[in-house]
């Protein structure tokens, strides 16, 4: 089976969990949204390693009632390590080709990993070496037990591996987001962290921001780090040090927060895509030996001016007239089976109908939700066509 409709079949198996076609899965759905990252947030890995990454969903099965999901792993690297092997206790559907996953929940399966991705590190890797790797957000995709999308919050997703030698101290530095989206006008801030098993020991460290010229640099946030330690800020250079005067580990914990940093998108900015990150990283333990830490070097900056997007009421495929066609169309159409499956009368407008029958006969169900579906994973691989010449040959 072609892997797209593969993975469109089982998300359209996800999306009707609710009807009794697969056993629901009986938790709450208190909050609005799903809490998806990757774990760990940093790396150390040898050369021949086996590299083990986990998309994770924060408090899964306490307080969201999950029916599935897809993710799509990719990769910032030049040369990027091998996938070896995609892996999950609930049911999947997986490329080990594209990193494409699909899974239905199961509730008997506990812990908050929802697929692995693995990859072998080269025999060759040399010490420094960085690969970083992200989830393909426009790809991903999750809904609860009756077909309805769950809206999904990123925080982050952005993970930097770096290959290090024995002597290596496990310590990373990096910006919690992988992308700022900011107005021209607007600010924003840089939260920086510091993690890594070895970040009790740092008893100082410094970094310099790098941000596109012509962002405004407003200062700290605030001048001391959670502990009372003084932050040093250069607003000209972007530069923040920090160091314990007596020497002593500063008592970081993994994952800690230690400086923010305020920035603002002038209002003349030229809108476009840009990077920011962190570079010149060093720490340094209560001995005074200085080690380079992990940092996350390739956030992206959106700078943009939000523009509507047109209603085109005559798209096949766009069943809930928003001018697009995605994963809410195929929810909102696996919906309205879900509904005339009853015997109960359908919600559709004539327009939402016709755009919704996407293989013509006439009828709206789950053959239609999937074709969406598979369309939709075809636009976030590149595909162009139009969804009406799509249709033709798939």
């Not at 910032?76 to 070896?84: C, D, I, R, V, Y």
């Not at 169309?329 to 996407?358: C, H, I, M, P, R």
Request: aromatic share 8%.
């Amino acid at each position: 089976m072609n892997m797209k409709k593969s993975l469109a079949s089982a998300m359209a198996a996800v999306c009707v969990l609710g009807t009794g076609i697969l056993p629901s899965v009986s938790v709450s759905a208190a909050d609005e949204w799903l809490d998806v990252s990757l774990r760990p947030k940093s790396y150390f890995v040898k050369a021949g390693d086996y590299l083990d990454i986990d998309v994770v969903v924060k408090d899964l099965g306490k307080n969201y009632q999950i029916g599935g999901m897809q993710v799509k792993m990719k990769t910032f690297s030049t040369e990027a390590p091998k996938l070896n092997a995609i892996s999950s206790y609930h049911e999947l559907a997986a490329n080990v080709d594209t990193g494409e996953a699909a899974f239905t929940i199961k509730p008997d399966v506990s812990g908050d990993a929802l697929v692995t991705y693995q990859y072998i590190i080269p025999d060759d890797a040399k010490a420094g070496t960085n690969y970083s790797f992200d989830i393909q957000s426009a790809f991903t995709f999750a809904c609860d037990t009756d077909g309805k999308e769950i809206p999904l919050e990123f925080m982050p997703t952005y993970l930097l591996v770096t290959v290090a030698d024995n002597e290596q101290k496990d310590i990373s530095i990096y910006q919690t987001m992988s992308q700022y989206e900011v107005k021209p006008g607007d600010s924003f801030d840089v939260d920086i962290v510091i993690d890594g098993k070895d970040a009790a020991s740092v008893s100082g460290f410094q970094f310099k921001i790098d941000m596109p010229e012509g962002i405004e640099c407003l200062g700290l946030a605030k001048e001391t780090t959670d502990n009372g330690a003084d932050i040093h800020f250069n607003p000209d250079t972007l530069e923040v040090a920090m160091a314990d005067q007596k020497g002593a580990s500063a008592g970081f914990s993994s994952g800690e927060k230690v400086a923010t940093v305020k920035f603002r998108v002038p209002e003349n900015f030229q809108e476009g895509d840009y990077t920011l990150g962190i570079t010149d990283a060093c720490a340094s333990d209560s001995n005074g030996e200085q080690s380079a830490p992990v940092v996350n070097s390739a956030s992206k900056l959106v700078v943009a001016v939000d523009v509507p997007i047109p209603v085109l009421n005559g798209k096949l495929g766009d069943a809930n007239l928003d001018g697009k066609v995605d994963a809410k169309d195929a929810s909102l159409v696996l919906a309205e089976y879900s509904l005339l499956s009853t015997g109960a009368e359908g919600t559709f407008e004539d327009q939402q109908f016709k755009n919704g029958d996407v293989n013509f006969d006439s009828k709206i169900d789950a053959k239609d939700a999937s074709k969406i579906l598979a369309y939709y994973s075809y636009l976030s691989t590149g595909g162009s066509d139009i969804m009406e010449e799509w249709v033709k040959t798939n």
